[in-house]
């Protein structure tokens, strides 16, 4: 399903007025917010940090245009989500080609293009050379097989044995590993959680004596419930810069960094508006319809134990905040968008979901028939 593009528009209409002009339900995005994200990420490293954003998180024009013009690279994984950065102003040389199990067709079209990739495998690896030997390459790490004691295990990249096969293809086919890629997860709240993982792999990195760039990818996650546990920038950045740095000390040259940071760069600039359409109560339960659904807003759907802070838009709302079960217009059961604590309601009221920037309209799909949304860019 591709969203209704009603272009860009003054940054002070409100959202109010806005759902007048194009009805509900719709997606608002603020270009402002996302500049200054990508602003204070830039003051996090002290290192010489290159931002890449993923482009699967986000991939309305308007919002990659003003990315690519504050110089940030892109981060795509399919053919489609390339061509899309390149027509948005994005240049070959920053655009980074990550995925797992791409054809050989794919290959082709990359290296016809010029754009760097970073392959999942061994055998992705020769497959790359085959096209033309000689080529740079980077490789993926498995971030589960960095943490020893890891409970849950990923299929993204491989392990030290594999980076070694991986190597060993590569110069039996005159190529060069020359950079090496790690997912470190998504959505991290505490650095704590991530450092282990960073030291591991900038610590394999110093094997590779090709090296020429890193690119630490996922990460920086969003306070969703507005619970006040905001991520420390300054100490991920320092980490980072620390073992950027001894890295280049041990191999005596300077190495690139790239960061995809996830999420982070986006999400605080979007908001999901809704109507309310019904209310029911049912046995303990309140229940709040609204004209949106888990098909046009699927985040909830997908991450039901980290759902979006809702407010209601309108005139000072008085009495108890009592607990509500806010839905979409259809019969699928897990059409839930919310669980929240809202004053008294109204049929027509406007509910705003938060922090809706990625992995929301991005993710937005034909399924239950739904109102394809309004998408609305702020700008000044």
Same mark, same amino acid.
């Given at each position: 399903?591709?969203?209704?593009?009603?272009?860009?528009?003054?940054?002070?209409?409100?959202?109010?007025?806005?759902?007048?002009?194009?009805?509900?339900?719709?997606?608002?995005?603020?270009?402002?917010?996302?500049?200054?994200?990508?602003?204070?990420?830039?003051?996090?490293?002290?290192?010489?940090?290159?931002?890449?954003?993923?482009?699967?998180?986000?991939?309305?024009? /308007?919002?990659?245009? *003003?990315? =690519?013009? @504050?110089?940030?690279? +892109?981060?795509?994984?399919?053919?489609?989500? &390339?061509? #899309?950065?390149?027509?948005?102003?994005?240049?070959?040389?920053?655009?980074?080609?990550?995925?797992?199990?791409?054809?050989?067709?794919?290959?082709?079209?990359?290296?016809?293009?010029?754009?760097?990739?970073?392959?999942?495998?061994?055998?992705?690896?020769?497959?790359?050379?085959?096209?033309?030997?000689?080529?740079?390459?980077?490789?993926?790490?498995?971030?589960?097989?960095?943490?020893?004691?890891?409970?849950?295990?990923?299929?993204?990249?491989?392990? /030290?044995?594999?980076? *070694?096969? =991986?190597? @060993?293809?590569?110069? +039996?086919?005159?190529?060069?590993?020359?950079? &090496?890629? #790690?997912?470190?997860?998504?959505?991290?709240?505490?650095?704590?959680?991530?450092?282990?993982?960073?030291?591991?792999?900038?610590?394999?990195?110093?094997?590779?004596?090709?090296?020429?760039?890193?690119?630490?990818?996922?990460?920086?996650?969003?306070?969703?419930?507005?619970?006040?546990?905001?991520?420390?920038?300054?100490?991920?950045?320092?980490?980072?810069?620390?073992?950027?740095?001894?890295?280049?000390?041990?191999?005596?040259?300077?190495?690139?960094?790239?960061?995809?940071?996830?999420?982070?760069?986006?999400?605080?600039?979007?908001?999901?508006?809704?109507?309310?359409?019904?209310?029911?109560?049912?046995?303990?339960?309140?229940?709040?319809?609204?004209?949106?659904?888990?098909?046009?807003?699927?985040?909830?759907?997908?991450?039901?134990?980290?759902?979006?802070?809702?407010?209601?838009?309108?005139?000072?709302?008085?009495?108890?905040?009592?607990?509500?079960?806010?839905?979409?217009?259809?019969?699928?059961?897990?059409?839930?968008?919310?669980?929240?604590?809202?004053?008294?309601?109204?049929?027509?009221?406007?509910?705003?979901?938060?922090?809706?920037?990625?992995?929301?309209?991005?993710?937005?799909?034909?399924?239950?028939?739904?109102?394809?949304?309004?998408?609305?860019?702020?700008?000044?």
């Amino acid at each position: 399903m591709r969203i209704a593009d009603v272009g860009v528009i003054p940054e002070n209409k409100s959202l109010e007025s806005l759902a007048d002009l194009v009805g509900t339900p719709f997606y608002r995005y603020h270009l402002p917010t996302i500049r200054a994200q990508i602003a204070r990420l830039r003051t996090t490293f002290a290192y010489p940090v290159n931002l890449l954003f993923a482009t699967m998180a986000n991939d309305h024009p /308007a919002v990659l245009r *003003a990315i =690519a013009e @504050e110089g940030v690279g +892109a981060c795509v994984n399919s053919l489609h989500h &390339l061509r #899309l950065a390149l027509d948005s102003g994005f240049a070959a040389n920053d655009i980074q080609f990550t995925s797992t199990g791409a054809p050989l067709e794919d290959m082709v079209e990359l290296q016809r293009l010029g754009i760097a990739a970073n392959l999942d495998s061994p055998l992705q690896v020769r497959q790359w050379c085959s096209v033309k030997p000689g080529r740079h390459l980077g490789v993926r790490i498995n971030a589960a097989s960095l943490r020893p004691t890891a409970r849950i295990r990923d299929r993204i990249g491989v392990n /030290a044995d594999g980076l *070694a096969h =991986a190597q @060993e293809e590569a110069r +039996a086919n005159a190529g060069k590993v020359n950079g &090496l890629h #790690l997912y470190a997860g998504t959505n991290i709240q505490r650095v704590e959680d991530i450092v282990p993982v960073l030291t591991a792999f900038f610590l394999l990195a110093r094997q590779v004596s090709t090296l020429e760039y890193v690119n630490i990818g996922g990460g920086i996650g969003v306070d969703y419930a507005h619970s006040g546990c905001m991520f420390d920038y300054e100490r991920f950045g320092t980490e980072v810069s620390i073992l950027a740095n001894e890295l280049a000390s041990v191999l005596g040259r300077a190495v690139r960094v790239y960061c995809e940071p996830g999420r982070s760069m986006v999400a605080e600039a979007g908001v999901f508006v809704t109507r309310v359409t019904d209310l029911k109560q049912l046995e303990e339960d309140t229940f709040v319809a609204v004209d949106g659904s888990v098909a046009v807003f699927p985040r909830p759907f997908h991450h039901p134990d980290n759902l979006h802070y809702v407010r209601a838009l309108g005139p000072e709302r008085r009495g108890k905040f009592r607990p509500v079960v806010i839905v979409g217009r259809t019969t699928f059961s897990r059409d839930i968008l919310g669980r929240c604590e809202l004053q008294e309601l109204e049929m027509g009221d406007l509910l705003v979901f938060e922090d809706a920037g990625a992995y929301c309209q991005s993710m937005s799909s034909q399924f239950l028939g739904q109102k394809t949304p309004a998408c609305v860019v702020a700008d000044n």
